[in-house]
């Protein structure tokens, strides 16, 4: 499972877009990359998900370069309730258990 | 739209009891999973479960842990003999397919609190 690293923590402001950078050196053919999203005492709660290039949804882009060592979450004009840790994960079709790194904690100001 | 749902949503027990902690998936779904977070520490895998057996199990989930879907809804987990550091919060998850990149629906999950 390759091995992601993000930024423990990040400061936006209202109606911001807020780019968080998750780098996966390692990552292997058949990979892809997720973010997951975290607030206080629930569970992780999907948010997006991309092999190359780009992806978008109601919530969130994900940017992938063409040698996929990196990826980037956009959210878009983030409010308080976007308040919350982030995870990059990598993820693939031969296992299917998701191991957590520390995340980014993102901090969203009036 | 269809969740996960997780009782009790907070459990406090006395060191050495068993505690058994349920978890109802998506009725569709057929891959389970475990998972804990620590307070302040991040979320930790435990096992997954399909076709009523143990695919894989974390270093965490010792002898002390079991897991079972009693009925066709129901997936609980038991801890035997609770530890002080058995505290945390305990995630049920469910996915529709076993592939990694299926999307894992988590529960709200039960704090657990050993005494």
């Known amino acids: 499972l390759a091995k992601t690293t993000q930024p423990i923590s990040m400061d936006s402001y209202e109606g911001q877009e807020v780019n968080i950078t998750c780098s996966h050196n390692?990552?292997?053919?058949?990979?892809?990359i997720t973010w997951y999203q975290q607030f206080p005492s629930q569970g992780p709660r999907f948010i997006i998900q991309?092999?190359?290039t780009k992806v978008t949804n109601e919530v969130a882009s994900l940017f992938i370069p063409a040698d996929r060592k990196s990826s980037t979450l956009s959210l878009p004009r983030v409010s308080l309730s976007d308040t919350a840790v982030y995870y990059c994960?990598?993820?693939?079709?031969?296992?299917?258990?998701?191991?957590f790194g520390a995340g980014t904690r993102l901090a969203v100001h009036p | 739209e269809p969740e996960v749902t997780q009782t009790p949503s907070h459990q406090v027990t006395q060191m050495g009891q068993e505690v058994i902690l349920r978890c109802v998936p998506i009725?569709?779904?057929?891959?389970f999973y475990w998972y804990r977070q620590i307070l302040g520490q991040k979320v930790e895998f435990l096992v997954s479960?399909?076709?009523?057996?143990?695919?894989?199990k974390s270093e965490i989930f010792d002898d002390q842990f079991s897991v079972e879907r009693p009925d066709g809804s129901n997936f609980t987990l038991k801890i035997r003999s609770t530890k002080l550091e058995d505290s945390a919060m305990y995630f049920c998850?469910?996915?529709?397919?076993?592939?990694?990149?299926?999307?894992?629906?988590f529960g709200p999950g039960t704090r657990l609190t050993v005494l």
């Open positions: 991309g092999y190359k």
């Open positions: 390692n990552i292997a053919t058949n990979d892809y």
């Open positions: 479960f399909y076709n009523n057996e143990i695919s894989e």
């Open positions: 009725s569709n779904h057929l891959y």
């Open positions: 998850a469910s996915t529709e397919g076993g592939a990694g990149y299926n999307e894992q629906f």
């Open positions: 994960l990598v993820v693939g079709g031969g296992y299917n258990k998701l191991i």
